[in-house]
């Protein structure tokens, strides 16, 4: 086996205990949670005996550390349980709604990355120039303005005075069907379907509420591009190669852009893992199916199945970004050996 | 070849112009080798970006003319100027493991050399890459291509350099303390391969240098700097022999030579006697056997491996050796920041190992044995004014307070030639030499009877390790303490040293009195490290 491999391995094998530990804390904290599920699944006409009769369907009724070892068992078989408030397993409804976020979060962030890395670089290139000033204007807006206030004024402008982008409901029109699920990412199964109409339809509905978002992610990845590179520009070795002469091109891209390239991915692992928690905001003004807005949901009518699905699914996601971060890291600066640990 | 005449260079800073070079004139003709000596802010790096165009940013040549060649490097595009540098003029730097690309193969980076300037192609360029590592005698050089500049020691990174920046057949190479940072048989390997290359290839080479010494053995004429402007210029022998501008006279006292003793370092140095001191019979400090081992990543690794010393009270020992050679180990547990493996150290006949190193900051014994660290600008807290600084240890460990501390510390500023109005000053608004001294108070407030002293004056200017060493002499012979003072210097552990202790691979190689040590070594290693000591021009003594 080579050593990489291995290392890979290793890590996954690291991240188990971590899961474990999530498992644990998420049935203890959604037990902790005010409120009775059954109360709120019983309906508010019913009497104290058919409450019972639903707490003991629920298996509410036994002893903590049962419904914990049962939970694990569902766990294991891939039974996330069933979802009170929808109605549905929450593992389908995780299975629609985790796509949706995914599909708007990195539509955001590329977005995010193909405007805040340019000027970032730009920026740091020329100090004190009017590329510089703009990123700073674009930073301190990004920061200082909520994502509530940005997507209303966007749907205000683009949707109410101007017509342009469709009724900010949803990931698709009503007029528009559903491609067939491949990846569950709308753009690329409507790709995939070669369903160009759809494409574009979802392209539309897409469009706002990734700007809204990429506004606000904008300004991190903005500000340590540009802090990164005037680090890596003032460094000795970037001496060293130009007084060899190498081109100002290679000196940017091939030396100092590389070496900033640390740094900008750490930020752009914790954007990413932040912005799909804090996308909740968004999802909620843009009627976003997503996998925010249905934990809020699940969380206000104490729906336990649904919150440990969602904490849980949240969770294995960290863990892979992290392990594809430390991964890219190794990829990028040979200094980083897995082999040590 | 070069002539640089009338160059002023000026930076833009926030508080405004700063003239960094101003009026300089120099010439370098075909084959020769120019040194430029001078103090930390003398210019002399300044004046070589300048003709190399690749000032930092704010840098801007106001006035003169740089001809190289029949070109005017001024005046030149910047296309010109990137065919020029490294084709035509190239540079290398000092600390060469950061002037190398961190995540780049070494062979790469060359590789982007050869290529940038038409020397290879893509077919040919490894090839050729290899063999420019070869002509700086890196051994095994297909292999070293692929390694990253984290793998390599310190030498070698500035051979990978030289490579570089001989790759493409320069006729102009400019040296920019290439042996700073480097160990000394390592400087002498680097300067002496430097210097063979620039023979061989009938190029013209600038040795830009603080060390005059360096500058005299291995140039062919000397302008020396100061405040931006070159105050004198000559022959090696010339400038040694007889200096004629007073800062030259003062820099070359300074630099210590063989027959120099503390106070010849000084301008006025012989008007003022030492203060006569007494070593006792009685060993304040005894070591025995003392080992410290890590574990490394295969099987352990004996730091420092069986040494066994004794300093009397009120004597001077010296410590040398290279990096690595566990001379800071040692000094460490001495100064109980770290526990020993084995072996005993008896401190006024009580054995200081049965305390535990944590333990030991609480020990009474804690006040008698202090450190001045090497850096003084990493070793003060830089929130901490000067008198905090040196308050610090005076309230922790002897629990002075208000109008007695502040007296204290203020005869600690006069005992040390601190002015009292810089007391209030934080670390950056010193100089080097005023923070040397700030660490030096801070260590004898507690009036130790043992001071460690570990490379005290290595990141200071000559002129300023005079002052600092002939402080050091002063002190011990006015509160009569012993010192054991590290460096990787000879010369300057010889003007304060009664006794020597020469370490190699955690080993003592050889002790003894000073004068015996350095006059007759008895071991081939001692021999080596004196020999690599740049010295003067033959037959020739500090004036």
Redesign the interface.
């Known amino acids: 086996m080579s050593p990489r491999l291995r290392a890979i391995l290793l890590r996954l094998v690291q991240a188990i205990p971590v899961v474990i530990g999530v498992v644990v804390i998420s049935f203890v904290l959604t037990r902790a949670l005010p409120g009775d599920p059954a109360v709120y699944f019983a309906g508010a006409a019913a009497d104290e005996e058919s409450i019972a009769q639903i707490r003991t369907s629920m298996g509410l009724d036994k002893p903590l550390p049962i419904q914990f070892l049962q939970y694990v068992a569902d766990l294991l078989q891939g039974d996330f349980g069933q979802s009170v408030y929808s109605g549905q397993p929450v593992a389908e409804d995780l299975a629609n709604r985790l796509p949706a976020s995914l599909e708007l979060t990195l539509t955001a962030l590329i977005l995010s990355c193909a405007i805040a890395i340019p000027i970032g670089v730009l920026a740091a290139k020329n100090p004190g120039s009017f590329v510089d000033q703009l990123c700073r204007i674009l930073v301190t807006a990004g920061v200082s303005l909520p994502t509530f206030f940005t997507g209303i004024l966007l749907i205000y402008v683009f949707y109410y005075l101007l017509g342009l982008a469709p009724s900010p409901l949803g990931r698709l029109d009503f007029l528009y069907i559903e491609p067939d699920n491949v990846t569950g990412f709308y753009l690329i199964d409507a790709l995939i379907a070669g369903d160009w109409e759809t494409w574009f339809a979802s392209l539309k509905q897409l469009i706002l509420p990734a700007i809204t978002l990429a506004l606000f992610t904008l300004a991190p990845i903005a500000r340590m591009t540009r802090a990164a590179m005037l680090s890596a520009l003032s460094s000795d070795f970037i001496r060293t190669a130009r007084a060899a002469g190498l081109s100002d091109h290679k000196v940017t891209y091939g030396y100092a852009f590389r070496n900033a390239l640390l740094p900008i991915i750490t930020t752009l692992g914790m954007v990413f893992s932040f912005s799909l928690g804090a996308n909740v905001l968004v999802e909620k003004v843009f009627a976003w199916p997503g996998i925010g807005s249905y934990a809020v949901e699940a969380l206000v009518v104490s729906d336990y199945a649904a919150v440990q699905g969602f904490v849980l699914a949240m969770a294995l996601l960290f863990v892979t970004l992290n392990l594809v971060i430390d991964l890219t890291y190794s990829v990028i600066d040979p200094r980083i050996g897995f082999d040590t640990k | 070849m070069l002539s640089i005449k009338d160059l002023n260079v000026s930076f833009n800073t926030r508080r405004g112009r700063v003239d960094a070079v101003c009026g300089v004139s120099l010439e370098v003709a075909k084959g020769q080798i120019l040194g430029i000596v001078g103090e930390s802010g003398s210019g002399k790096s300044v004046t070589s970006y300048a003709l190399?165009r690749?000032l930092?940013?704010g840098g801007i040549i106001r006035q003169g003319e740089i001809i190289y060649s029949g070109i005017d490097l001024r005046n030149a595009s910047?296309q010109q100027m990137?065919?020029?540098?490294?084709?035509e003029i190239?540079?290398i730097?000092q600390?060469p493991r950061?002037?190398?690309?961190?995540?780049?193969k070494v062979g790469h980076q060359l590789e982007?050399?050869l290529r940038?300037?038409a020397q290879a192609t893509r077919y040919t360029a490894k090839e050729k890459a290899i063999e420019a590592l070869e002509a700086v005698k890196i051994r095994d050089a297909a292999e070293r291509y692929d390694a990253?500049p984290?793998e390599l020691s310190g030498g070698m990174c500035q051979r990978v350099?030289i490579a570089?920046?001989l790759a493409?057949n320069p006729r102009l190479l400019i040296a920019d303390e290439p042996t700073t940072g480097l160990d000394i048989t390592t400087q002498k390997a680097v300067m002496d391969l430097v210097l063979e290359l620039i023979r061989d290839r009938e190029m013209s080479a600038i040795l830009i240098t603080h060390d005059l010494g360096l500058a005299t053995e291995y140039c062919d004429q000397i302008s020396v700097m100061k405040n931006g402007e070159v105050v004198e210029k000559g022959t090696p022998q010339k400038i040694f022999s007889s200096p004629e501008h007073p800062y030259t006279q003062k820099l070359v006292k300074a630099t210590p030579s063989k027959g120099s003793s503390i106070r010849d370092l000084l301008p006025d140095g012989g008007n003022l006697p030492l203060a006569p001191r007494q070593i006792s019979e009685f060993p304040l400090l005894a070591v025995q056997d003392l080992k410290k081992t890590y574990k490394g990543?295969s099987g352990p690794i004996d730091a420092v491996n069986g040494v066994s010393f004794k300093i009397f009270e009120g004597q001077t020992v010296g410590l040398v050796g290279e990096s690595g050679c566990g001379k800071s180990t040692t000094s460490s547990m001495l100064v109980r920041l770290l526990d020993s493996s084995s072996g005993r150290i008896l401190f006024n006949g009580d054995d200081l190992t049965e305390i535990s190193a944590k333990a030991f900051a609480k020990d009474p014994r804690r006040t008698d044995i202090q450190m001045v660290f090497q850096d003084a600008t990493d070793s003060l807290n830089p929130r901490f004014t000067a008198r905090q600084s040196i308050a610090d240890p005076l309230k922790q460990l002897v629990k002075l307070r208000g109008s007695a501390l502040n007296s204290r510390i203020e005869e600690l500023a006069d005992l040390v030639g601190l002015p009292i109005h810089l007391l209030d000053r934080f670390p950056h608004q010193l100089s080097g030499g005023q923070k040397a001294r700030v660490g030096i108070a801070k260590a004898i407030s507690v009036n130790p009877k043992f001071l460690i002293l570990d490379e005290p004056t290595a990141a200071l200017d000559v002129s300023i390790q005079a002052i600092v060493l002939n402080l050091l002499a002063d002190l011990r012979a006015k509160l009569g303490m012993s010192f054991l003072f590290v460096s990787h210097d000879l010369q300057v552990v010889r003007l304060l040293s009664d006794y020597v202790i020469v370490m190699r691979d955690g080993e003592i190689v050889e002790q003894g009195p000073t004068e015996i040590v350095m006059g007759q070594p008895s071991s081939d290693y001692t021999r080596t490290l004196l020999s690599t000591v740049p010295k003067p021009p033959s037959g020739l003594t500090a004036a």
């Open positions: 190399m690749i930092d940013r910047e990137t065919e020029i540098r490294g084709r190239s540079m730097f600390n950061a002037a190398l690309n961190p995540i780049r982007d050399v940038q300037h990253y984290f350099v570089i920046a493409c990543k």
